[in-house]
Nanobody
Framework: VQLVESGGGLVQPGGSLRLSCVAS????????MSWYRQAPGKERESVAH????????DYADSVKGRFTISRDNAKNTVYLQMNSLKPEDTAVYYC?????????????WGQGTQVTVSS
């Protein structure tokens, strides 16, 4: 099983980034997917969830209206579009796969991609 994130980097406040996560080694279309993040000195927190079909999504209050999670089951890929980025969004972002939507206990984790929001 592999989850490989990409798209992180350094961006100025107010800017945008799109993270991608390519999955392999499991039946992607049957798994709910999520994005989590962990800032220095803080616990990992959930950012966004999407059901296996993509019909249901959910977001942390801190990112609602700014971030959008989506998936392409034909490409085994989940995305996180991040707009209006703030310095407090700086963190390592992880994608995760779960048998159950919003289970809070993912079965698979990626290695993470760094997002830094700074002027």
């Amino acid at each position: 099983v592999q989850l490989v994130e990409s798209g992180g980097g350094l961006v100025q406040p107010g800017g945008s980034l799109r993270l991608s996560c390519v999955a392999s080694g499991f039946t992607f279309r049957t798994y709910a997917m999520s994005w989590y993040r962990q800032a220095p000195g803080k616990e990992r927190e959930s950012v966004a969830h999407i059901s296996s079909t993509g019909y249901s999504t959910d977001y942390a209050d801190s990112v609602k209206g700014r971030f959008t999670i989506s998936r392409d089951n034909a490409k085994n890929t989940v995305y996180l579009q991040m707009n209006s980025l703030k310095p407090e969004d700086t963190a390592v972002y992880y994608c995760a796969g779960s048998r159950r939507y919003k289970s809070g206990r993912p079965d698979y984790w990626g290695q993470g991609t760094q997002v830094t929001v700074s002027s």
